[in-house]
């Protein structure tokens, strides 16, 4: 039994029965989210106390990697709905951290880029997105790291 069970009161010392859950995928990649949650909730002492969202550094990330991108790529690539990433959009421009412009080829449509304060408020992030990385690594190995990432983009291709 788990220290966590035990200081709730579980007293059911066997494995639980999943059920038709057992072989779910749905279901792992649900718990395996809020697992991943839980483990990231304590920061460290070195997390800087204004660090951005994890959604927002992945923004920032698909921004200095594909400069030019426009919110309804990311939108695509982040299976968020549009209103959602305007949302990140304004609050990583009104931070200064990005830049949008209009499209040269259709100028109704944005494009994004990185600012120099977005550039290095990302290098700082990357930082502790790598301590968050091995926490929640921490029992796979680089082989199965590797692999979980193959199976993972490949359920996020049959999804879209």
Not at 38 to 53: G, S
Not at 104 to 130: I, N, P, T, W, Y
């Amino acid at each position: 039994m788990t220290e966590r069970a035990k200081r709730a009161g579980v007293e059911h010392s066997a494995p639980f029965e999943e059920g038709m859950l057992a072989e779910h995928v749905g279901f792992r990649v649900h718990i395996a989210r809020r697992a991943v949650r839980r483990a990231l909730r304590d920061r460290p002492e070195q997390a800087q106390d204004n660090r951005l969202p994890s959604g927002s550094v992945s923004v920032l990330e698909l921004i200095c990697q594909n400069p030019g991108i426009g919110p309804q790529a990311l939108s695509e690539i982040l299976f968020l709905d549009p209103p959602k990433v305007t949302v990140v959009l304004r609050h990583l421009a009104a931070a200064g951290l990005i830049v949008r412009m209009a499209s040269a080829v259709d100028g109704r449509k944005s494009v994004l880029s990185l600012s120099a304060a977005g550039m290095e408020c990302l290098q700082a992030a990357r930082q502790f997105v790598e301590f968050q990385e091995r926490r929640i690594a921490q029992g796979l190995s680089a082989a199965e790291r590797a692999q979980l990432n193959r199976l993972l983009r490949k359920l996020q291709d049959a999804l879209r």
